[in-house]
């Protein structure tokens, strides 16, 4: 099978049981989606299947045939990933590529995001570390630099 990774195909055995996040792990090398709970609570598995987020552990990886899937190591240099620099919106660093992954395609699906939706997109990932001020402030600083640059 074939599956379009971060821009490019990439061929693939997938055993009809298998998730996306094992294959995007032990087959491809991709470990920033990260096996957290497994169930799909925690979001750490996070990734972008047709520019929505995901949680790839609930998701089997024949399901990603003919689907644009994006991993953390497909985003580069994003205003979301400098905005958690910027904003220490991570400490141990496990969720974060979920968190970034959740963040990124809320802003780009809801450029005018409010805080209640903000807070609601936020609640599909879990943080143990940290309190989810910070991730929420990385957020409002890249909408408002993208509002006022239009």
């Known amino acids: 099978m074939s599956l379009k990774v971060n821009g490019e195909r990439r061929e ?27 169930n799909g609570d925690c979001g750490a598995c996070t990734v972008h299947v047709d520019g929505w987020p995901m949680k790839s552990c609930l998701m089997l990886g024949v399901e990603g045939v003919d689907k644009e899937i994006t991993t953390i190591e497909g985003l580069e240099n994003t205003p979301i990933q400098q ?3 910027e904003q220490f919106a991570f400490q141990c660093g496990y969720c974060t590529p979920g968190f970034i992954m959740n963040c990124q395609s809320l802003i780009e699906q809801h450029p005018d995001a409010s805080d209640e939706m903000i807070q609601e997109w936020l609640e599909s990932n879990i943080c143990r570390c940290t309190g989810y001020q910070e991730i929420e402030q ?13």
């Open 83 to 85: 905005a958690f620099i």
């Open 12 to 38: 693939v055995n997938i055993r009809t049981s298998e998730t996306l996040l094992n294959v995007l792990r032990n087959q491809l090398g991709l470990t920033g989606a990260k096996p957290g709970c497994l």
């Open 138 to 150: 990385a957020i409002k600083s890249v909408l408002v630099r993208k509002q006022n640059s239009e």
